[in-house]
């Protein structure tokens, strides 16, 4: 008897093996296969739901925000250049004084690691004063309205300068008693044939110390000469007009009712701004310029330009934002509305 049940547990067994383990396994696996798929599916569906759920954001945040990565992948910040005028932009008119407001949004943008530059037609010594206001960072200064380009400390890194003899040339066709004339040279001073109240003015202005005016006579030519100043009433000022002898060899400016500025052939703001952001790396897509006067437009034009409300209405037009006027902290403004 217990033979028998042996041999019959034993054919039972073998039944089982052969026939029902097999059909039981492939039940299993193929159930297993399909909760997998079943898995996969659902990933590909919740995946098509978040693509179409996604917001038309730039490529620059698509990569950031919707691409799965682990929770310490490090974000690179992107250097940008900000570009500022100084009378009309930072400073009001007859004002020495930056506004707090507009300093810490500054100093907010070289926190973060970008650069900015003192865009004017005021001479290195001048911004230099302006700069040191602001926190430590990339800073630079683009003198006689960017004909030259220099650090902080004074490193020059670009210069476009003037033939020392067209000075001669508009003196001795434009300057009279009305009209006076004199040069920005490269080491923070100025060129004239004569002492006048326009040089003291710039002197008192920019803070430039007598010994830095240098008299000279008509021909002389053993200096640099960064920019030639046209200065005048409101009135005669407007109606100066240059030969084609000037107009085919320099760039003229107005910068104020009062002042008209000569400057090397192709150079102005937006040229000098160009060349830091090459020097820099920076694209010209990350570069923002705010300016209110004529010798702005160029700078407004050229990159994403920011006018400011007091800006004259050619300035206005060329920008891409209008913001508050300087004595209402134009430039704190802008930051925080409109710069991304």
């Given at each position: 008897?217990?033979?028998?049940?042996?041999?019959?547990?034993?054919?039972?067994?073998?039944?089982?093996?052969?026939?029902?383990?097999?059909?039981?396994?492939?039940?299993?696996?193929?159930?297993?296969?399909?909760?997998?798929?079943?898995?996969?599916?659902?990933?590909?569906?919740?995946?098509?739901?978040?693509?179409?759920?996604?917001?038309?954001?730039?490529?620059?945040?698509?990569?950031?925000?919707?691409?799965?990565?682990?929770?310490?992948?490090?974000?690179?910040?992107?250097?940008?250049?900000f570009a500022f005028d100084i009378d009309g932009t930072l400073l009001p008119s007859g004002s020495?004084?930056?506004?707090?407001?507009?300093?810490?949004?500054?100093?907010?943008?070289?926190?973060?690691?970008?650069?900015?530059?003192?865009?004017?037609?005021?001479?290195?010594?001048?911004?230099?004063?302006?700069?040191?206001?602001?926190?430590?960072?990339?800073?630079?200064?683009?003198?006689?309205?960017?004909?030259?380009?220099?650090?902080?400390?004074?490193?020059?890194?670009?210069?476009?300068?003037?033939?020392p003899e067209m000075l001669t040339y508009v003196h001795s066709h434009y300057g009279n008693d009305?009209?006076?004339?004199?040069?920005?040279?490269?080491?923070?001073?100025?060129?004239?044939?004569?002492?006048?109240?326009?040089?003291?003015?710039?002197?008192?202005?920019?803070?430039?110390?007598?010994?830095?005016?240098?008299?000279?006579?008509?021909?002389?030519?053993?200096?640099?000469?960064?920019?030639?100043?046209?200065?005048?009433?409101?009135?005669?000022?407007?109606?100066?007009?240059?030969?084609?002898?000037?107009?085919?060899?320099?760039?003229?400016?107005?910068?104020?009712?009062?002042?008209?500025?000569?400057?090397?052939?192709?150079?102005?703001?937006?040229?000098?701004?160009?060349?830091?952001?090459?020097?820099?790396g920076v694209k010209k897509e990350d570069v923002y310029c705010f300016g209110d006067e004529g010798?702005?437009?160029?700078?407004?034009?050229?990159?994403?330009?920011?006018?400011?409300?007091?800006?004259?209405?050619?300035?206005?037009?060329?920008?891409?934002?209008?913001?508050?006027?300087?004595?209402?902290?134009?430039?704190?403004?802008?930051?925080?509305?409109?710069?991304?």
């Amino acid at each position: 008897m217990h033979l028998a049940s042996l041999l019959a547990y034993a054919i039972l067994m073998m039944f089982y093996l052969l026939l029902i383990a097999p059909l039981c396994s492939t039940g299993f696996f193929y159930y297993a296969d399909s909760r997998n798929e079943l898995k996969e599916k659902r990933k590909a569906e919740a995946r098509a739901a978040k693509e179409e759920e996604k917001p038309n954001a730039s490529a620059f945040w698509d990569r950031f925000l919707y691409r799965e990565r682990p929770f310490f992948a490090i974000v690179a910040v992107v250097m940008r250049l900000f570009a500022f005028d100084i009378d009309g932009t930072l400073l009001p008119s007859g004002s020495t004084r930056i506004a707090e407001e507009d300093i810490f949004a500054i100093d907010s943008l070289l926190s973060r690691g970008d650069a900015i530059v003192l865009a004017s037609g005021r001479p290195l010594s001048s911004l230099q004063d302006y700069l040191k206001r602001f926190r430590d960072g990339k800073k630079f200064a683009a003198t006689a309205n960017g004909t030259a380009i220099f650090s902080y400390d004074g490193e020059e890194l670009y210069k476009n300068s003037l033939d020392p003899e067209m000075l001669t040339y508009v003196h001795s066709h434009y300057g009279n008693d009305e009209v006076e004339v004199y040069g920005y040279d490269d080491n923070s001073g100025m060129v004239a044939f004569r002492k006048n109240h326009w040089c003291d003015a710039e002197s008192s202005c920019n803070h430039i110390p007598p010994e830095k005016l240098r008299i000279i006579k008509e021909g002389e030519k053993d200096f640099t000469c960064l920019k030639i100043m046209v200065c005048a009433s409101a009135s005669k000022s407007a109606k100066i007009e240059f030969d084609d002898y000037v107009l085919c060899n320099c760039d003229v400016v107005r910068s104020d009712p009062c002042y008209l500025e000569i400057l090397p052939k192709g150079s102005d703001k937006a040229t000098g701004v160009l060349e830091l952001a090459k020097i820099l790396g920076v694209k010209k897509e990350d570069v923002y310029c705010f300016g209110d006067e004529g010798n702005d437009i160029k700078m407004i034009a050229s990159f994403h330009g920011i006018a400011m409300g007091n800006a004259i209405p050619e300035v206005k037009e060329k920008a891409e934002f209008i913001t508050k006027p300087v004595t209402e902290h134009g430039v704190a403004y802008a930051i925080s509305h409109f710069i991304k």
